[in-house]
């Protein structure tokens, strides 16, 4: 019995060594895979040259033709992915936080904004005193002033300090060194 386990997990050792990882050579350069694969040879505008992911040769309305407006759509992008993140993370809490025993009105993220308009308002962790909103328009106000404060501090400089990037500061932003 103890051979026949030997062996079956000798076989799977060899199935899972003969994976094949693809090389990042593949996903950028001239060689790239292109949007419409072997038939968009000669269609690609010359400023695509799969330098950056996503580049696969496909920019009908020039929007990357100029470099500086390019990188600025790029920061702007990681600046939106970031915030998205951030919104996926808002999405899972409450689910997770009402399934550990914490009280909330409704921990569904698609259905916690309708409890604004109920009778009492909407009490954010189940808590009136913490945060008790009973107007939309108060709360979107708050937001959109909050999240102009956020980005006028990123913009001005914030908490990156002397001579980090901007968009990959590090340091104490990056505790992992990724």
């Excluded at 019995?1 to 001239?30: C, F, N």
């Amino acid at each position: 019995m103890a051979l026949m386990l030997k062996s079956a997990t000798a076989k799977a050792a060899v199935r899972g060594s003969r994976q094949v990882t693809r090389a990042a050579i593949e996903w950028y350069g001239p060689d790239r895979p292109k949007f419409l694969g072997p038939f968009s040879e000669g269609d690609t505008p010359a400023y695509l040259t799969g330098e950056f992911p996503g580049d696969y040769g496909w920019d009908t309305a020039g929007l990357s033709a100029d470099p500086q407006t390019f990188a600025r759509y790029r920061e702007i992008e990681v600046i939106h992915a970031r915030w998205a993140m951030l919104g996926a993370l808002g999405c899972i809490t409450p689910e997770l936080l009402a399934k550990n025993g914490v009280p909330f009105g409704e921990a569904v993220w698609f259905k916690a904004g309708a409890q604004i308009f109920q009778e009492g308002g909407l009490n954010y962790l189940g808590n009136s005193s913490l945060i008790h909103a009973q107007s939309i328009l108060a709360t979107l106000a708050c937001q959109v002033i909050l999240m102009g404060l956020v980005e006028g501090y990123r913009v001005n400089g914030g908490p990156a300090g002397e001579g980090l990037d901007p968009l990959y500061p590090g340091e104490a932003f990056d505790p992992l060194g990724l």
